[in-house]
């Protein structure tokens, strides 16, 4: 099985019911996959209510990797995560 594959399989249960298609995840957008992102984020910790559409790209990426660090303990970031890119 694919990463993305196993990706969306896993958006499609509890809690997310994202309904999503391996071609609708696809054709996201980078802002629509930091809106998913953002979800799960949410799911686990409250603190990560935030509006992407009111917050700078910055306030966003500073959260995001606060969250990665602080609460999942994540040691490394590849390159191009901050801006959307798919790597």
Do not use: C, W
Not at 3 to 22: C, G, K, T, W
Not at 51 to 64: K, S, Y
């Amino acid at each position: 099985m694919s990463d993305i594959h196993y990706i969306v399989d896993r958006l499609n249960e509890p809690p997310f019911a994202m309904q999503l298609s391996l071609v609708a995840f696809d054709e996201k957008s980078p802002f629509e996959l930091l809106e998913i992102v953002n979800s799960i984020m949410l799911e686990i910790s409250a603190s990560h209510s935030a509006n992407l559409r009111d917050e700078t790209p910055e306030a966003t990426a500073n959260r995001m990797m606060d969250f990665l660090f602080k609460i999942l303990n994540y040691k490394q970031v590849r390159r191009g995560a901050r801006h959307g890119a798919r790597v």
